[in-house]
């Protein structure tokens, strides 16, 4: 048996900040559902019979304040593993491991300048780069209009996404439009798009901005193809709002179970997970896919735990964390695994195209994987 | 041109937007001389209340009417049990229990009803429609228009809308008078309450109901509601579509969408360095 | 002559600053009462006292109810109107919203568009100006508003501090001359405290002398222009 | 100053002095941050408490600062200490030239033009244009400072942190004796005379246009050098952290802490640092509503705020006289 | 009085001033000589304070000139009026209400002391210096005027005559040529009254002042004045000694009522 701090005989300390307050509070639900998988893990008895003690912190999405609150789970509470941004170079000088990052930004997967962090969604510019590739098959006229959140996450996915066009970015990108979070309505930069002539959308936004770009440019009269980040492929939380009909025909990507599509109506890993809602987590909201997300990530930090056994040291924690082999949950789609290596810091890198049928989404083609 | 009217067209409806939370502002400016930053929560609220109406089968206009009642009285009570202690307190100090009110507001309705988007009904026939707005957008400009004409009738011409705004000009005298301060300020937060829900109630089918959904327009109606003067509701209704077009071209067509904001803000600023107290302000003397 | 008001054992502070030490005095129906005192002897906080805008213990009837520690805007809807010390005008209201208000508590439209029109008969500066912004009249203009806002509640008792600050002496003596008729003809009484002692004596039937919130002196006004104290400090002769 | 509020700050400063050795790093972390609000919250205090011109945006002056340190550090190579007079000296600039058409505006007009200000920080930073130098919407990650070589030397061993904090600790005491004599003398006068009455100033010869820009100089240069102090602290900066509702968390600070009064700058730092730790502890389903529900609680109980409620203590027992407190402040 | 123009220390001329459709000054002029005190008098709204707010710079003229000491204070900036030598009190009491009674005055001192925003934030002795004196003239004044025990208190709750004289204080600290007193007796009574013109008296004949006067309490007024101008809706309609003028019959119908209704 070896421990490290945040580790001992009886429990294992899990830190994590989320903002529950603030302006992206909807996130909170991810700490939330986190926090109930663990509760559910100790009613099961724990970890190789450790509990798990998860402290999460409210950063209130304020870079100073994670940074706060993170050198506070660190150096206050002792914990194992926390997660998150400003922190990234403290972590890593502390040699804290920092797993599973809730974000796809592109930069939490650099196992080289940063081998204590870990993201864990298939990274936003690996996604965009799968829809580049989508449209050269099938459109390799396009003439492209994207609408981004000018903020870390819609750069992230635009850089991906005319990286994935190549040279052709330049000439096929015909309008590009941001907004910011505290904008009320996209209405007037889906005109901007529309009146450029373009003929394929591809739409960088949050559920409520997503949700008003697709009625918005159904409303006006503008048909393009239309590419939706995976962040906002919902369902119930966006496309309904949205108004089902105008949303047909779009395209997005997809890794864990959407829990407002009928699909997943009697599918067991969904109703594992609805039976854990009502149980751990009654306040949470079923259609909301963070909680899906957050009950995916636990499950995966539960499996890096299993794995450690008796050795848990930081530096064990993070070796478990980079050999994931094929390991699978239910809530992921079908085909979709979780793997890792020591130079592979990107958890989940495969989705898989799927297009809106009017009533659910019909998944397409190959599950498409970036796994070297 | 097509192109320039269709983006003055949305911002017409955007504009009504802000219109719509800006004349609540100007309800409680007129009422308590503050500006109650808590307003976008209230309406917020005020919306989410609707919403559960209407989702436990409730008719959409008796929702409506409903929800507008509900808003009247919880402004009453919020004045009556939040603001009446800090009646006497330094002005600051009650723009941070405005705060503190916002914050809570936005708390618990995401603790409530969770942060997940909800779509919102719309009352109007698809005849309302026009060629470029939509028949919410245009429904939601009228019931503006219809809210600033019973706010305007209500100030010029009523006694009761005199002596709310001498009660907020003067308290110690409006005593004197027989005005009972305590309940003009409960009446003018219930009013303003009122007003707001019907904002949110206008604005969420076009937004989307979420417990942020009036932070970022407050901001808006805000500055729209000086732009306009503060003590005008017309002014409000017409600094809200000032606002709101000058947005959208700014965007379109003039400095793109990253700095419109910036560039609105410095146009308003300067608007109000030549016109301190807005378009249709009116000019308070104050003499030795 | 019954008491329309009587005040016992009046005791008034700012925060913890006591300032009237038990005040005592009646005021009869249809009476005027002039109240005299050196600079900060609590004529003012009498009158503030009167009308609960101070914290006030004590016994004060009006028309035989205790009003007391009742709420400044009820004592004034039972018919006791005040014209405050420094004017207490709406600055940013008009001169006629002004008036307006001071009848807020009537109900008597027709009746009120009257008395707006003897207002302006008595002060026709006020017509002249009746649509400017009252903050911009001149002192002695506001002065004429402010009692003339009083006057619109028809009260039954009305609360002069001070109603010829800064008048002209001309209109000095006019108002005194309109709160005469005002008394005789509809039988207002009213509590003055006016600096210009003599005119005060003049008008008052009674009157009192307050000192470091105590009354002092009291008595019929021809007594007090009688008394040698009054006649040294007040009148000057 | 009288002899108690002397021996009263010597004493502070003397306790300011041990804490680092006994806290944890953590905790001289946060004390740290404490002191850089503090510098912030005395920085708006001059204008809106003294001077009574209320911002809604000393959170921009406190980025400008921010970014300033961070982009010299980064980007000029220059040591963190000498960003710091620089950022403060940016600041009073830009705060003065704001302060200029300033004057044309008052009461909430000049709310929303000081919270268009605040609004438009971030955008700013995010710009396209400027992303070279600010980093756009990543935002700029610098390096903690190490204690200095001579230091160590003369066989003194700090932590990073330690050090850290007895820097910002000497810059605001610095900062709070200036703040001090200024607005215990002439200028300080001026100012509160503009705020009471400004016509009245006025005709006692006051140049009210220049003392008041001079006041918005002089308020965003100290909420600037805290920005600076800030991001060495945080080690980063990035245009999220300065959001309007870090300007809105300025004015709660002072109006919490006491306006118009140099001690409420220290209270209303400590609110603004623990309260909303101490409200996520009570509270992960609704963080805010605990707080709001402190805000509003800490109004309630002490309206002129911390060192408003312990003036009128002392002076409770020394003379007595009370004022309403609607006429003691803005 | 033959005010020649070497001896006039103020010098209105032909000023006019216009609100909208009201005109409150129409056409004034008249000289206030060195060392003397005129009394300004006319019915309510006849435009004495805004001569008054004219001369301080808070109101501009629409014609005419005013001329201090040989020089127009048109293009004066207000905040210099004090410095130049001009110092008032306001009709409606315009004191720094937060303020103790002694800051009050020092604040008066403002134009006859130095000082910056850097001086006085890093202690300059000169800084220093200035502020122990703004200190000891602010005592030197309470105590001329019987306020010293009421250095510390706020002045806000003071009672109103009180505050009068704080406010006359203050205008004092900056050591005026020409004192402007906007209706000092008012809500005075009887022996304040006479308190006040003895001090009023007695300051001029101690700091050599020039005095120009609007008071309504004709008694006090007729007996302080060396000259009288009387206004009527802005407009000059007598000028004389006291004696002259309670007599002019214009103004005894506008404005006094009676002539035999005062006394010397
Ligand atoms: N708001 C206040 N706060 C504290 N003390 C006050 C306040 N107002 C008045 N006082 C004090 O109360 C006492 C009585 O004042 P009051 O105004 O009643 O006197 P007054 O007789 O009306 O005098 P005046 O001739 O000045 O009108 C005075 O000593 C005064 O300082
Ligand atoms: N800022 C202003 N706006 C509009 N009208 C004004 C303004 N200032 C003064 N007036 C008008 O000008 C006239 C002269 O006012 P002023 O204050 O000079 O009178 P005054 O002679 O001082 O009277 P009093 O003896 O009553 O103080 C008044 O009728 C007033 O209504
Ligand atoms: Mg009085
Ligand atoms: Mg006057």
Redesign the pocket.
Same mark, same amino acid.
């Given at each position: 048996k070896k421990y490290d701090p945040g580790a001992s005989d009886k429990e294992i300390k899990v830190g994590n900040t989320n903002p529950y307050s603030g302006p992206a509070s909807a996130y909170g639900a991810i700490g939330k559902s986190i926090a109930a998988y663990f509760r559910m893990v100790n009613d099961r008895g724990g970890i190789n019979g450790r509990k798990l003690n998860f402290i999460s912190y409210d950063d209130g999405y304020s870079p100073p304040k994670t940074v706060e609150m993170a050198r506070k789970l660190v150096e206050q509470d002792q914990v194992g593993t926390p997660s998150n941004t400003a922190i990234h170079k403290y972590m890593n000088a502390k040699k804290v491991p920092q797993l599973f990052v809730a974000t796809g930004a592109t930069k939490w997967n650099d196992a080289k300048s940063f081998p204590w962090t870990m993201g864990w969604q298939p990274n936003y510019q690996t996604e965009a780069r799968i829809y580049a590739r989508h449209i050269l098959q099938t459109k390799p006229n396009a003439k492209i209009a994207v609408l981004y959140q000018n903020d870390d996450y819609g750069k992230d996915y635009l850089k991906g996404f005319e990286d994935g066009l190549g040279p052709q970015a330049q000439k096929m990108i015909v309008a590009k439009a941001s907004y910011e979070v505290s904008e009320p309505t996209v209405d007037s930069q889906i005109l901007q798009l529309k009146s450029s002539g373009a003929d394929v959308f591809f739409n960088i936004t949050t559920p409520k901005f997503a949700a008003q770009a697709i009625r918005a440019a159904y409303d006006s009269g503008w048909k393009p193809t239309h590419y939706l980040n995976n962040v906002s492929n919902s369902v119930g939380s966006v496309l309904k709002p949205a108004g089902i009909e105008k949303a047909v025909g779009i395209i997005t990507s997809a890794y864990v179970k959407d829990p407002t599509d009928k699909r997943w109506a009697n599918d067991p890993g969904m109703k594992a997970w609805r039976d854990f809602m009502a149980k751990y987590n009654p306040d949470g909201d079923t259609s909301d896919p963070f909680n899906v997300y957050g009950y995916t990530v636990a499950a995966t930090l539960e499996q890096v735990l299993k794995q450690c056994g008796d050795t848990l040291t930081r530096e064990n924690v993070m070796k478990q964390a980079a050999s994931l082999k094929r390991f699978r949950i239910d809530t992921l789609l079908p085909g979709i695994t979780i793997s890792t290596g020591p130079s592979d810091y990107a958890p989940i890198e495969a989705m898989q195209l799927e297009r809106f049928n009017g009533h659910e989404f019909e998944l397409f083609g190959e599950v498409i994987s970036n796994e070297q | 041109m097509e192109a320039v009217l269709l983006q003055v067209l949305a911002g017409l409806a955007t504009g009504g937007i802000y219109a719509s939370l800006a004349l609540a502002l100007v309800m409680i400016y007129q009422a308590t001389h503050l500006v109650n930053f808590a307003q976008g929560e209230m309406a917020m609220f005020a919306t989410y209340i609707a919403w559960s109406l209407v989702n436990a089968g409730v008719g959409y206009w008796p929702a409506f009417l409903l929800t507008v009642l509900i808003a009247f009285v919880l402004g009453v009570l919020i004045e009556r049990v939040v603001i009446r202690p800090v009646e006497n307190a330094p002005v600051l100090a009650v723009v941070v229990v405005f705060i503190g009110l916002l914050v809570i507001l936005n708390s618990v309705a995401g603790w409530i009803f969770t942060y997940t988007i909800k779509s919102f009904p719309s009352p109007f026939p698809p005849a309302l429609g026009i060629r470029y707005m939509s028949p919410h957008q245009v429904g939601a400009l009228l019931v503006t228009l219809i809210v600033l004409a019973l706010l305007y009738l209500f100030f010029r011409f009523t006694p009761l809308g005199l002596a709310m705004r001498a009660a907020a000009q003067n308290p110690v005298s409006s005593r004197l008078v027989g005005i009972r301060v305590g309940w003009m300020l409960a009446l003018g937060w219930g009013l303003a309450a009122a007003v707001g829900a019907v904002a949110g109630m206008m604005v969420a089918p076009i937004v989307y109901l979420d417990p942020n959904m009036m932070s970022g327009i407050l901001l808006y109606a805000f500055a729209a509601a000086l732009l306009g003067g503060i003590d005008s509701p017309g002014g409000a209704v017409v600094g809200g579509l000032v606002v709101g077009v000058l947005e959208n071209l700014l965007g379109a067509f003039v400095i793109g969408n990253e700095l419109k904001l910036v560039v609105a803000l410095v146009l308003i600023v300067g608007v109000l360095l030549v016109r301190p107290s807005g378009f249709f302000g009116s000019v308070q003397v104050s003499r030795v | 002559m019954t008491a329309l008001l009587e005040v016992a054992d009046l005791r008034a502070s700012? $925060?913890a600053?006591r300032?009237l030490h038990g005040i005592e005095f009646s005021l009869g129906e249809r009476s005027i009462t002039a109240v005299l $005192?050196a600079? $900060?002897?609590?004529?003012?906080?009498t009158l503030r006292a009167l009308c609960g805008m101070v914290r006030t213990e004590g016994e004060i009837r009006f028309a035989g109810q205790r009003i007391a520690g009742r709420r400044t805007e009820d004592i004034a809807r039972l018919g006791i109107a005040h014209v405050p010390?420094g004017r207490g005008t709406f600055l940013y209201l008009t001169t006629e919203e002004n008036l307006r208000l001071g009848a807020y508590a009537r109900k008597d439209k027709r009746a009120v568009a009257r008395d707006v029109e003897r207002m302006y008969a008595y002060f026709p500066r006020l017509k002249e100006r009746r649509r400017q912004q009252a903050g911009t009249l001149s002192g002695g203009e506001q002065q004429m508003l402010a009692v003339s806002r009083a006057l619109m509640l028809a009260p039954k008792l009305l609360l002069l501090d001070e109603p010829s600050f800064g008048l002209a002496p001309l209109v000095v003596r006019e108002l005194f001359g309109i709160l005469r008729a005002i008394n005789a003809e509809s039988g207002v009484s009213m509590l003055l405290v006016e600096q210009n002692a003599a005119m005060a004596l003049e008008l008052a039937d009674h009157a009192c002398v307050?000192e470091t919130g105590r009354v002092v002196i009291a008595g019929t006004a021809a007594e007090l222009k009688r008394d040698d104290g009054v006649r040294r400090a007040y009148l000057g002769y | 100053m009288s002899k108690k509020l002397v021996t009263v700050t010597i004493l502070l400063i003397v306790l300011a002095c041990v804490l680092p050795l006994v806290l944890t790093n953590y905790r001289t972390f946060q004390a740290t941050l404490v002191l850089v609000y503090a510098i912030a919250l005395l920085g708006l205090n001059i204008l809106t408490g003294y001077n009574g011109q209320i911002s809604l945006g000393h959170g921009a002056f406190y980025a400008i600062g921010a970014y300033a340190a961070a982009m010299l550090m980064d980007q000029a190579g220059m040591p963190y200490w000498a960003t710091i007079p620089i950022a403060g000296a940016v600041c009073l600039v830009i705060g003065f030239l704001f302060g200029l058409p300033a004057l044309r505006l008052e009461g909430l007009y000049l709310a929303l033009a000081t919270f268009a200000l605040a609004v438009s920080m971030p955008p700013i930073l995010k710009a396209h244009f400027l992303e070279k130098w600010t980093g756009g919407v990543q935002g700029i990650v610098i390096v903690k400072p190490d204690p200095p070589a001579w230091l160590a030397a003369a066989g003194v061993k700090l932590s990073a942190d330690q050090w850290l904090y007895y820097f910002v600790l000497a810059i605001a005491i610095v900062l709070f004796i200036a703040g001090w004599n200024l607005i215990s003398g002439r200028v300080g006068r001026a100012l509160v005379a503009i705020r009471d009455h400004h016509t009245a100033a006025e005709a006692m010869g006051i140049n009210s246009a220049i003392y008041k820009s001079l006041a918005f100089g002089v308020s965003a240069m100290y909420t600037g050098i805290a920005g600076a102090l800030g991001a060495i602290a945080v080690q980063f900066v990035a245009p999220d952290s300065f959001t309007v509702f870090l300007s809105i968390t300025f004015l709660v600070g002072i109006v919490v802490g006491g306006l118009a009064s140099l001690s409420g700058a220290l209270h209303g730092a400590l609110f603004i640092q623990f309260v909303p730790n101490i409200a996520d502890e009570l509270s992960k389903a609704a963080p805010w509503a605990v707080f709001g529900v402190f805000l509003i609680g800490f109004v309630y109980l002490m309206p002129t705020g911390v060192a408003g409620a312990l003036r009128a203590l002392t002076r409770r027992r020394s003379s007595g006289k009370l004022l309403?407190p609607k006429e003691a402040l803005p | 009085m033959a005010a020649g123009a070497e001896q006039a220390l103020l010098r209105v001329q032909d000023v006019a001033v216009r609100f909208g459709g009201i005109v409150a000054l129409d056409g004034v002029s008249f000289d206030v000589p060195a060392g003397r005190i005129v009394g300004l008098i006319g019915p309510n709204g006849a435009g004495k304070t805004t001569l008054f707010n004219c001369i301080s710079r808070l109101y501009p003229c629409e014609r005419g000139d005013i001329a201090f000491a040989g020089r127009s204070l048109l293009g004066v900036p207000r905040h210099r009026i004090a410095a130049l030598g001009i110092g008032r009190t306001f009709q409606n009491l315009a004191l720094f209400r937060t303020m103790s009674v002694l800051e009050n005055v020092m604040v008066g001192r403002h134009s006859r002391s130095r000082g910056g925003f850097f001086s006085a934030a890093v202690r300059l002795p000169y800084a220093v210096r200035a502020d122990a004196e703004a200190r000891g003239k602010a005592r030197e004044l309470l105590a001329l005027l019987d306020l010293e025990r009421f250095a510390d208190s706020s002045v806000?709750?003071?009672?109103?005559?009180t505050q009068k004289r704080v406010e006359l204080a203050r205008a004092l600290a900056a050591e005026p040529k020409l004192l402007l007193l906007d209706e000092p007796a008012s809500?005075l009574n009887h022996e304040e009254v006479g308190a006040i013109g003895a001090l009023i008296r007695s300051l001029r004949e101690r700091l050599e002042l020039t005095v120009l006067l609007v008071e309504h309490h004709m008694q006090l007024l007729m007996s302080l004045s060396d000259w009288v101008v009387a206004l009527n809706f802005g407009r000059r309609i007598a000028e004389g000694t006291p004696a002259e003028v309670r007599n002019h019959p214009e103004l005894v119908r506008a404005y006094l009522g009676t002539a035999a209704s005062f006394s010397t």
């Open positions: - | - | 700012y $925060g600053t300032v $005192g600079n $900060g002897a609590g004529k003012t906080t010390d307050i | 309403h | 806000a709750a003071l009672p109103f005559g809500g």
